[in-house]
């Protein structure tokens, strides 16, 4: 599930939809929402960006490095 998760917030930084993120991934919209509110409730936050920030600030492949 960790692993789903990062997976996940790294195609919401790429600004992929929910709907794309599932059709990437191989599964329903739904799991998607699921594993996002999940990682919202654990971070503590609403907000996409804080939440696109913290993965940025964390993994920093995503800016090539």
Known sequence: PVL???RILRY???GKSIKEI???LNVSP???TY???N??????TN???Q???LYHRTHTDSYGS
Request: proline share 0%.
């Open 4 to 6: 789903q998760g990062i």
């Open 12 to 14: 919401l930084s790429e």
């Open 22 to 24: 599932s059709k990437h």
């Open 30 to 32: 739904t799991t998607i």
């Open 35 to 37: 594993h996002y509110q």
């Open 39 to 44: 990682i919202k409730r654990k971070l503590g």
């Open 47 to 49: 907000s996409k960006s």
């Open 51 to 53: 939440i696109i920030d």
